[in-house]
């Protein structure tokens, strides 16, 4: 990849002339006032092709959260090489290829039904909603590997308090984004886009349910699901939603896409599990990326101590 280190190129070096333009009108809109609050966060701009100047941020002022692993990271080339976004392709490499020109300027967020204040929000409404922390989770894929990475937002619920949803609020259902012509590829993938998850209020209030924005001291690669995902750390990856646009509150359980497409093999809660297998594979085993021997998955992912009680009592063989 083709990054000289941040520190040492200016803005107008690294920027085209048209991004360059856009990014000052940006600021200018935001008023001053605005700037300042985000650039408490340091707003470097990355040499990364096919990254827009708003996705390109480095942040500098996260903080560190209670919730980390002290496991060791996986790499930013693993993380960015090895991804799951069908809309970009079905191959473990098609989404750092095909995602590159991946347009995510002017990103919207609309956030609407049983709530009590219904909004759309911006990238940067969405950047000052709470501090940035800096949350190192592992991340398993129901295909049995499984990723560390530091992951950069804050806790979901931090953005439900300012909808204030209603008391039939039983279900957060998630969308992302479809756009056919900038996803092309998609057309081949075998599920139905735009892709859908959904989360229990409870699970979605969990504090380690992380309204990401980045990683590994950036904003979050197009092939991660910029400019804004979920990372659910206990469940399978497959809930982790990419590329936000959509939170919706309502009563009914939601569809979600992998249930959809193959409701024998994935449920609605798709709580990492060893004790209950895939139909076609085993869960109790995982491979970490970069380690040649499997190691025990953990119930929860690990995450036991903190979300188990959100299931007592559930038959999990059920409600898998
Ligand atoms: N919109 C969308 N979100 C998605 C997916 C997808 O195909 N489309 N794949 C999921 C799966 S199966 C996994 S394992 C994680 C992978 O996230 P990563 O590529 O950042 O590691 O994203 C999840 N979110
Ligand atoms: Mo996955």
Same mark, same amino acid.
């Given at each position: ?15 085209? @002339? ?6 000052? $009108? ?31 941020? %480095? ?6 959260? #209670? ?20 809309? *970009?392709?079905?191959? @473990?490499?098609? #989404?750092?290829?095909?995602? /590159? $020109? ?17 909004? $759309? ?6 950047? @000052?909603? !709470? ?33 204030? #949803?209603? +008391? ?58 910029? +400019? ?9 990856? *497959?809930?982790?939603? %990419? ?8 009563? $009914? ?7 959809? !497409? ?11 599990? #060893? ?7 085993? /869960? ?15 119930? *929860? ?20």
């Amino acid at each position: 990849m083709l990054i000289r280190k941040a520190a040492d190129l200016t803005y107008a070096e690294v920027t085209p @002339k048209a991004v360059y333009l856009n990014r000052r $009108k940006f600021l200018q809109a935001m008023g001053v006032a605005g700037a300042a609050a985000v650039a408490g966060r340091r707003l470097i701009e990355l040499a990364v092709p096919g990254r827009s100047a708003l996705a390109a941020t %480095k942040f500098s002022d996260l903080v560190k959260s #209670p919730f980390s692993t002290s496991e060791k990271q996986n790499s930013f080339q693993d993380v960015t090489h090895y991804n799951n976004f069908y809309e *970009f392709g079905t191959d @473990k490499s098609d #989404p750092a290829k095909n995602a /590159q $020109k991946f347009d995510t300027s002017n990103w919207v967020v609309s956030v609407e039904g049983d709530v009590a204040k219904p909004r $759309k929000f911006t990238m940067d409404e969405i950047l @000052k909603i !709470a501090p940035l922390e800096e949350r190192i989770y592992r991340h398993r894929c129901v295909e049995a590997w499984s990723i560390v990475v530091p992951w950069i937002g804050f806790s979901f619920g931090n953005l439900v308090k300012l909808v204030e #949803p209603a +008391p039939k609020a039983q279900f957060v259902a998630f969308q992302s984004y479809y756009d056919p012509r900038q996803m092309p590829k998609g057309r081949w993938a075998g599920i139905e886009f735009p892709y859908v998850e959904g989360l229990r209020m409870d699970e979605a209030m969990n504090p380690l349910t992380l309204l990401c924005l980045g990683m590994y001291g950036e904003s979050l690669p197009n092939q991660d699901g910029a +400019p804004v995902r979920l990372v659910i750390p206990w469940k399978y990856g *497959f809930k982790s939603i %990419k590329s936000l646009v959509k939170i919706k509150f309502q009563s $009914k359980m939601p569809p979600t896409t992998w249930n959809l !497409a193959a409701p024998n093999e994935y449920g609605f809660y798709s709580n990492v599990n #060893p004790n209950v297998d895939h139909p076609r594979w085993s /869960q109790a085993k995982e491979r970490r990326l970069g380690e040649i021997f499997k190691r025990n998955t953990l119930m *929860f992912n690990g995450y036991g101590d903190q979300v188990a009680g959100m299931y007592s009592g559930m038959d999990l063989k059920k409600y898998y």
